[in-house]
Nanobody, 124 residues
Framework: QAQLVESGGGLVQAGGSLTLSCVVSGSLFSFGAMTWHRQAPGKQRELVAGINTGGPTTYADSVKGRFTISRNNAKKTVTLQMNSLKPEDTGVYYC??????????????????WGQGTQVTVSS
């Protein structure tokens, strides 16, 4: 049974940056796909970014060019670097893991493990 623990959320002004980290208990190698999702108040949870073992990534159109996802298997960590933050980036950010690699629409499918979430608030 794996556990995912997120950190790095907080309050930041528009235009600022935050780095979110997700530490995985157990081997990160066992997860083909690692992702970050977010849920804004009153909205459904949405995929923000994902990364497969070996590096292929996917991003929501709203964050392309501003966010970067990376994974360090040795440190069992998945990181989301968020730059040029906007008020609409506000929400609870969740780390999620799947044993299988994701391709295409599968990124929007089921995941095997979820973290508890970390709050990101961007003020205007």
């Amino acid at each position: 049974q794996a556990q995912l623990v997120e950190s790095g959320g907080g309050l930041v002004q528009a235009g600022g940056s935050l780095t979110l980290s997700c530490v995985v208990s157990g081997s990160l190698f066992s997860f083909g796909a690692m992702t970050w999702h977010r849920q804004a108040p009153g909205k459904q949870r949405e995929l923000v970014a994902g990364i497969n073992t070996g590096g292929p990534t996917t991003y929501a159109d709203s964050v392309k060019g501003r966010f970067t996802i990376s994974r360090n298997n040795a440190k069992k960590t998945v990181t989301l670097q968020m730059n040029s933050l906007k008020p609409e980036d506000t929400g609870v950010y969740y780390c999620a893991a799947a044993h299988n690699r994701k391709v295409g629409s599968a990124w929007y499918g089921n995941y095997d493990y979820w973290g508890q979430g970390t709050q990101v608030t961007v003020s205007s």
